[in-house]
């Protein structure tokens, strides 16, 4: 059993999934909190997150019939940084075939370069292999050479923020198997490596933050986190247009840029519409509305725009946008990102888990269940390694005892 926790500016999202060693994942248990103890991604109420996490964990145990397992946390881009560095490790035995093993003690060796005070390695993408000094595609293990060399690159997050993580998760009673970064996650279960290699955009549009990763040429380019969601949207037009926090929630969600992509003369609504009711019921204006509206969603976009063709970058975008989180459920936002944009962007659903229920097949949901997946995969080929180990073991020991016994 595998258990994932996703902690969003205004949602907690806890799955429990079963793996099998053929390499499907099985979801049994879902379960959500709400609360707003985070701002930009940082704790500024341990309380309320404390207990989203716990009524999230209730109603997945429940559901799944069975204990959460130890879990893996997600945790925002915005605190994260990288470094690259290059391992090597020799291989001496007879043959010289390279092995899961060699691969490691290069990671180990990369991995021992000077590391930032005060920060945690929390994830590890491989750019290169060299062997012999020949730069290979795919995977060395099986290769024949006597030199093997790992260029990766190593994102890390404060230890300061992983402890205050850790604090909270423990007044909900959480038991912590590791961390991972939400949006790196996300990009592997959504991005194919094609898309990668054509040059890809993955936005992760939340409450109050959103992620950006670029890949181009199939590697990681740029990885940033804006300080702006569909908070933002809902509080501009609360105090723009004079309602609740609620109603301004609710005209996001049921009429977002549909209404906003219309020209001047064309923005009207039909009478006994439920767009037309909604907007007389709280006494706004279409036009106003449209105003506000627009004037903060073409700031999002543009901001994703300015990460996107950063200086320095090169190299095309080909496989276009992929958008995730709950701004990707707002009416006509990924029509206005890509009309600004000039390229095409997709909503992405989690389709990787069996028996998601319906109410979590959504891109709000993409970064818990591609937390769960890795968690799944990397339990399969821990238990795959460990049962070649055994297996080798045995015919040892099986030579052993043949030799004993003659």
Known sequence: ????????????????????????????????????????????????????????????????????????????????????????AAIKRPGHRIQAADVER???????????????????LIHACLLDGERIKGSPVGLVGSRLEVDVQFITAPLSVLAELGKCLGQAGVQVDGVAVQCLATARMVLAPSQ???????????????????????????????????DNLTRDLSAGLGISTEQAEQLVREL??????????????????????????????????????????????????????REGSSGSLSAGVRLVGGGALVPGMAALGSELLGMPIDAALPEELESLPEACQSPAYAAAVAL?????????????????KSASLNVLWQKVRGWLKS
């Open 1 to 88: 059993m595998v258990a994932a926790l996703d902690i969003g500016t205004s949602k907690v999202a806890v799955i429990i999934a079963e793996a099998y060693a053929f390499g499907a994942a099985k979801v049994i248990g879902v379960g959500t909190g709400f609360h707003r103890g985070l701002h930009r991604g940082e704790i500024t109420d341990a309380e309320a997150v404390a207990k989203a996490v716990m009524e999230a964990v209730i109603k997945a145990e429940r559901m799944a019939e069975a204990a959460m397992p130890p879990a893996v946390v997600g945790i925002p881009g915005s605190f994260c940084s990288s470094f690259t560095a290059r391992g090597s």
């Open 106 to 124: 290069a990671l180990d060796a990369a991995a021992a370069a000077a590391i930032p005070p005060g920060r945690r390695i929390v994830d590890r």
């Open 256 to 309: 977002g840029c549909t209404v906003s992509l219309k020209s001047t003369a064309e923005l009207s609504v039909e009478e006994d519409s439920p767009t037309k009711a909604l907007l007389e019921n709280m006494q706004v204006e279409l036009q106003e509305y449209s105003d506000v509206f627009m004037a903060r969603a073409e700031e999002i976009w543009q901001l994703v725009q300015s990460h996107i063709g």
């Open 196 to 230: 990668k290699e054509l040059g890809v955009v993955l936005v992760d549009l939340g409450a109050g933050q959103t992620d950006i990763v670029v890949f181009r040429y199939g590697q990681l380019d740029t990885m940033a986190c804006l300080p702006v969601g569909t």
């Open 372 to 388: 769960a997946e890795d968690r799944a995969k990397n339990l399969i080929e821990l238990q795959a390694v460990s049962t070649r």
